[in-house]
């Protein structure tokens, strides 16, 4: 695949940065910028058997290799397909996986053991291999974990592992890892990005990234997707040196940038009644407190965010309050789950860019949440104030995941969006 054929992109030199990908034409929010095949993936340990080692779609009646019985296929297409990869380590794989080396590796380099066993061994006749050794290497270097088999430049390639690789998702959770050097050469990181990544898998065939657009982009504006969570607010500078070797200074690094120049973030308060004056103080700046009438926009961090509320920029609130939504959101109590799950709402409309696909899952799980409070509640005031607030996160969930489109296994939250719409209508 060569970088001069590109039908929506261009590359060209970057102030900072090696290059850059820069629009050809104006695209359009959800249309697919890009869309490239995986040069070789690897499926997290937890996954095998499964999904298939070769397509990595989900199945109940996967086949095993005969050969190593570690590897599982769809069928005999999947396997023949994957079998020129996978040939040159059959036999040795499982004395390999068994031995002291590899086991006393910790989990992430067995899994970029096992990686860089495959890459080898993937065929380069497309060019891919080419564009992968001509990326940049990380800024630090780690001799390669051991291999199966041997492996010609193991040094050189494992250089650009760690900056360069992908972890694949299905409906925005992770189950493997992947390599796509195109994408790698061509997009830049933004903590604030234009574009994103989604999967697609199909019986059979390799994954595919599908590079998104986020909202409109017009032309000769630069193609940006996030490296990383970018909710990582304290973490992600240090992220960024250590792995990539630079220093991220888009929209929401500066805002960060900022807010700290006014002074350190202050600690979030232990009082749970001052707590709840904040987090009530911050779905009101953001404006979620009423679901029912709010607008449901991003708004970005900039140095006029309200001082009081600084606090909730420290990346382990957001942590725990994930954790009360996601427990108070099953088990209980609703008015709780409701609470936190808005307060998150507004974390998320502060910290991610416009029509972020984290923001849609979100509003998925709060419109669900406001379901289950709306069938437990007698009050007809209360019930409806409850329905009202799942057709708002609905709208907000159907809005931003359907720009995003389906990614992954079949189902999943778009499915989850019609049926629970199906139940509001019902309920008039």
Same mark, same amino acid.
């Given at each position: ?113 096992? =990686?860089? !066993?495959?890459?080898?061994?993937? /065929?380069? &006749?497309?060019?891919?291999? $080419?564009?992968? *050794? ?47 050097? =195109?994408? !790698?050469?061509?997009?830049?990181? /933004?903590? &604030?990005?234009?574009?994103? $990544?989604?999967? *697609? ?11 998104v657009a986020l909202r409109d982009i017009p032309e000769e504006e630069e193609i940006c997707i996030p490296y990383l969570d970018p909710a990582l607010l304290q973490t992600r500078q240090q992220i960024f040196q250590l792995t990539y070797g630079f220093q991220c200074t888009c929209i929401s690094c500066e805002g960060l940038k900022s807010v700290k120049s006014v002074g350190p973030i202050p600690d979030v308060p232990q009082d749970p009644v001052r707590l709840a004056a904040l987090e009530y103080r911050l779905r009101t700046y953001i404006g ?141």
């Amino acid at each position: 695949m060569s970088l001069v054929d590109l039908e929506n992109v261009k590359l060209e030199t970057h102030p900072t940065a090696r290059n850059q990908a820069i629009a050809t034409r104006p695209l359009s929010a959800g249309s697919i910028i890009l869309s490239i095949h995986a040069f070789a993936t690897v499926l997290f340990e937890n996954q095998k058997s499964r999904r298939c080692d070769h397509c990595l779609t989900l199945s109940e009646t996967l086949r095993k290799c005969s050969g190593c019985a570690s590897c599982w296929y769809c069928d005999t297409n999947c396997q023949t397909r994957h079998w020129p990869s996978h040939k040159r380590i059959c036999k040795r794989w499982n004395s390999f996986i068994s031995s002291n080396e590899f086991q006393a590796l910790p989990p992430h380099e067995r899994l970029d053991s096992a =990686l860089l !066993s495959y890459f080898a061994s993937a /065929s380069s &006749a497309d060019g891919q291999l $080419a564009i992968f *050794k001509s990326l940049l290497p990380g800024p630090t270097h780690h001799p390669p974990p051991p291999t199966c088999a041997p492996v010609e430049g193991a040094d050189i390639l494992y250089d650009r592992f760690g900056n360069n690789n992908f972890t694949i998702h299905s409906h925005l959770n992770s189950f493997a890892h992947g390599i796509f050097p =195109l994408a !790698s050469r061509l997009f830049n990181h /933004s903590c &604030a990005p234009n574009a994103a $990544a989604r999967y *697609k898998l199909v019986q059979g065939q390799v994954v595919t990234m599908e590079v998104v657009a986020l909202r409109d982009i017009p032309e000769e504006e630069e193609i940006c997707i996030p490296y990383l969570d970018p909710a990582l607010l304290q973490t992600r500078q240090q992220i960024f040196q250590l792995t990539y070797g630079f220093q991220c200074t888009c929209i929401s690094c500066e805002g960060l940038k900022s807010v700290k120049s006014v002074g350190p973030i202050p600690d979030v308060p232990q009082d749970p009644v001052r707590l709840a004056a904040l987090e009530y103080r911050l779905r009101t700046y953001i404006g979620v407190d009423d679901l029912e009438h709010c607008l449901l926009h991003t708004k970005p961090i900039t140095q006029s965010l309200p001082p009081e509320i600084r606090c909730f920029l420290k990346e382990d609130y957001i942590e725990h309050l994930s954790g009360v939504f996601s427990q108070s959101s099953h088990d209980g109590p609703y008015d709780r789950a409701l609470e936190s799950g808005t307060t998150l709402l507004a974390m998320y409309l502060l910290i991610y860019p416009e029509n972020y696909p984290q923001i849609g899952m979100h509003a998925l799980e709060l419109a669900k949440t406001a379901w289950n409070a709306s069938m437990s509640m007698n009050d007809i005031v209360r019930r409806q104030h409850a329905m009202a607030q799942v057709r708002a996160c609905l709208s907000l969930g159907r809005r931003i995941l359907g720009l995003y489109g389906p990614e992954g296994d079949s189902g999943g939250p778009l499915t989850e969006i019609t049926v629970l719409q199906q139940l509001v209508d019902q309920e008039g």
